[in-house]
């Protein structure tokens, strides 16, 4: 069992940065891959990015490639996400999410991940 607790949501203008984290609970975390997802006002949740188990490998949602970045520490069970150059569209809850299975052809899937956070808020005005 893992349990997730996301953190360093808020109020940000457009252009600006923040980088949220994700606390996992349990001594098995660098056994899991994991993932964000973000659900945006009125949309359905959406896959944002992934780091594999190691950190070797990441993965993005083209909507953000080039300005989120991914990467965890698993010796303090922590995972990271690196934000720059907000836009307004990255308005939404940002949850980390996962995956006892290191590598999936269905990353981006929700349906893939075994655990999840609650989530953190991030607002980005224009």
């Known amino acids: 069992q893992v349990q997730l607790v996301e953190s360093g949501g808020g109020l940000v203008q457009a252009g600006g940065s923040l980088r949220l984290s994700c606390a996992a609970s349990?001594?098995?975390?660098?056994?899991?891959?994991m993932g964000w997802f973000r659900r945006c006002p009125g949309k359905e949740r959406e896959f944002v990015g992934r780091?594999?188990?190691?950190?070797?490998?990441?993965y993005y949602a083209d909507s953000v490639k080039g300005r989120f970045t991914i990467s965890r520490d698993n010796v303090k069970n922590m995972v990271y996400l690196q934000m720059n150059s907000l836009k307004p569209e990255d308005t939404a809850v940002y949850y980390c999410?996962?995956?006892?299975?290191?590598?999936?052809?269905?990353?981006?899937?929700?349906?893939?991940?075994?655990?999840w956070g609650l989530g953190t808020q991030v607002t980005v005005s224009s």
């Open positions: 780091i594999s188990r190691s950190g070797g490998f990441t």
């Open positions: 999410a996962a995956d006892s299975a290191d590598y999936s052809g269905y990353y981006f899937r929700s349906s893939v991940y075994d655990y």
């Open positions: 349990g001594r098995t975390f660098s056994s899991y891959a």
